[in-house]
């Protein structure tokens, strides 16, 4: 199953994070010059261009979103755990939160049952959820984990 609509394809290049400076400008700035590379890496992946291109696999979208919907209601749960303490205080807003939205999208791309389809997480969100437990033994790690996050979904 595909939904295609007519689309430009992702251009291709150092990426709109390249010429940042990392300098004085503040720790945004300082992460995103150190992981641009990695950036620009997820961005020309085969399958986002097709998320960008409109023309992506149905069943594929799902869980996509089912990993996402992991990885963000249990990022969640962790920083609202240490939400009012440093550092996460400075950064913790539940407006920001994607797990009631991402559950929705999952409702209208996978149907009624998407729960049992999220319920196994594929070996890659495995992989993160563990690093995202071993990291949030520690605030500013789990800090990293969360500007990631956010800064994708907000950029994106």
């Known amino acids: 199953r595909r939904v295609s609509h007519m689309a430009a394809e992702a251009s291709g290049g150092p990426g709109k994070y390249a010429g940042l400076a990392g ?7 300082w992460f995103l010059t150190r992981t641009n590379k990695e950036h620009q ?9 097709t998320i960008y291109a409109k023309s992506f696999d149905l069943t594929a979208y799902a869980q996509y979103l089912s990993g996402q919907y992991l990885v963000f209601r ?9 939400s ?15 797990g009631d939205a991402l559950a929705r999208d999952l409702r209208f791309w996978a ?4 729960e049992d389809k999220a319920a196994a997480p594929s070996p890659s969100t495995a992989r993160y959820l563990e ?3 071993q990291d949030a033994c520690d605030p500013w790690l789990l800090l990293c984990h969360h500007f990631l996050q956010y800064n994708a979904v907000l950029s994106g």
């Open 111 to 114: 149907g009624a049952t998407w």
């Open 131 to 133: 690093r995202l437990h």
């Open 41 to 49: 890496a997820t961005m020309e992946h085969p399958f986002m261009k």
């Open 84 to 98: 009012s303490e440093v550092p996460l205080k400075a950064v913790h807003d539940e407006q920001l939160h994607r």
């Open 23 to 29: 300098d004085v400008r503040g720790h945004c700035s």
């Open 74 to 82: 249990e990022l969640e749960r962790l920083c609202a755990l240490g």
